[in-house]
Nanobody
Framework: QVQLVESGGGSVQAGGSLRLSCTPS????????MAWFRQAPGKEREGVAS????????KYGDSVQGRFTISLDLAKKTRYLQMNSLKPEDTGMYYC?????????????????WGPGTQVTVSS
């Protein structure tokens, strides 16, 4: 199973920025799709952003569209989530995930490998 190493979480004031990083232990068909999910206390986990490693196509959750950017550095095998204009409602545990594509697409349901999570806290 693919191991995912995350870094970059922390605390920031509203309006600030953070960048999360995720590096898989190996790159195979099972890491074609990589994404970030988040879960706030008392809420369900939600998809934040995803990227198809081959097509470089991206998808974002409605609440982060225009503020967050997912990208990848193939040489470093690392995926990044740049988070700008952070809001208190962005607070939560952020998880890196990897999975195979489904018909060439990275649906939110394809992910089967998960990182341990990194905490993001945004204060008002």
């Amino acid at each position: 199973q693919v191991q995912l190493v995350e870094s970059g979480g922390g605390s920031v004031q509203a309006g600030g920025s953070l960048r999360l990083s995720c590096t898989p232990s190996q790159t195979t068909y099972s890491t074609i799709c990589m994404a970030w999910f988040r879960q706030a206390p008392g809420k369900e986990r939600e998809g934040v952003a995803s990227i198809h490693s081959g097509r470089r196509s991206t998808k974002y959750g409605d609440s982060v569209q225009g503020r967050f950017t997912i990208s990848l550095d193939l040489a470093k095998k690392t995926r990044y989530l740049q988070m700008n204009s952070l809001k208190p409602e962005d607070t939560g545990m952020y998880y890196c995930a990897a999975g195979p594509s489904s018909g060439g697409f990275c649906d939110w349901e394809v992910y089967n490998s998960w990182g341990p999570g990194t905490q993001v806290t945004v204060s008002s």
